[in-house]
């Protein structure tokens, strides 16, 4: 995984943790390390049903107060020629939503690379506008889907070799989840196994939640 972020910039440095299970110990070292962010890497041998809906997953998402980021690495990162940002009709509603997409808006400076949009038209406009106010500013454009269940068959229409997928999720139970969105990923591991696939859970890191752990001063990522 260092070697991924090494492309786009991002120093790293390795940790070691000794734990029962392996979400129980990432959970402890956000906390430790005030952590807003968790970046896991999706290897080639672990098979989309297992590594998404097995107990590692699920609970990692139970817990909301960080963003969850899982990349599935295929190609250079820094060869991206396009950033396509898979996002709901209402996920301007998620709470983590502007913190989300300043860190994609951030890739996409780093990467040169356009975003963009693809979702439900008319909803999805209102989606694009709020994306424009956020800084940084980079190339963004949308991507007309006629009805969210449509977007698999709109994605294959839209996608090139150079395209870095990322899906911007929610967690069950959230605001914008839908029962669609919980096979997507699976469904755009299998459509694109050449692609570099990123899934982008936003966090809730408010000062009011009392389960939340967050220094404003230093945001950590762990990976």
Not at 27 to 47: D, F, H, P, Y
Not at 62 to 80: A, D, G, K
Not at 123 to 136: M, N
């Amino acid at each position: 995984m260092a070697k991924y972020l090494s492309q786009v910039e991002v120093p790293s440095k390795p940790l070691t943790r000794i734990d029962l299970n392996l979400a129980s110990g990432i959970l402890k070292a956000r906390r430790e390390l005030n952590a807003t962010e968790v970046l896991m890497g999706w290897s080639e041998q672990s098979r989309a049903p297992e590594f998404f809906f097995g107990s590692l997953m699920e609970n990692l998402l139970r817990e909301s107060e960080f963003s969850l980021l899982v990349l599935r690495p295929r190609e250079p990162i820094n060869t991206t020629r396009r950033l396509l940002l898979i996002a709901s009709p209402d996920a301007d509603l998620e709470p983590g939503f502007n913190a989300g997409i300043r860190s994609i808006k951030r890739l996409a400076r780093q990467l040169s690379a356009p975003v963009v949009l693809i979702g439900h038209a008319g909803v999805s406009e209102r989606v694009l506008s709020r994306i424009r106010t956020l800084a940084p500013d980079c190339d963004l454009v949308m991507s007309k889907t006629e009805r969210w269940p449509g977007l698999t068959r709109a994605l294959k229409e839209q996608y090139r070799d150079g395209d870095f997928l990322i899906l911007f999720g929610a967690r069950q139970g959230g605001l914008t989840w839908k029962p669609r969105m919980t096979h997507l990923p699976e469904e755009l591991a299998e459509l694109f196994p050449r692609a570099n696939l990123l899934l982008f859970y936003s966090g809730d890191p408010r000062p009011d939640n009392p389960n939340s752990v967050m220094n404003p001063e230093s945001l950590s990522r762990v990976n």
